[in-house]
């Protein structure tokens, strides 16, 4: 038997720093990026687009934002944008 590194990906919330992991089956990373954010938007996390190039994709966990009535969100880092 052969040991060898893989490289994963995961969804980390920008506000509280947990990583999304799926209730139903445990895992908590994935092989490709787009299917662990895929995951992760299906189970109400939220995701804010970057407004520059330089910008990295921010995404939040259910427990860190509120919308209201206008769509507007804001987390608990106090940051607010339009959903
Ligand atoms: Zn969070």
Known sequence: ???EVLQMFTVQCDCCKENYSDDHNGWSCWSEFDSARQQALDKGWIEKAAESEHDDLMH???KCFT???EDIITTKSGIKFQN
């Open 67 to 69: 919308i209201d009535d």
């Open 60 to 62: 939040f966990c259910p």
């Open 1 to 3: 038997m052969s040991i």
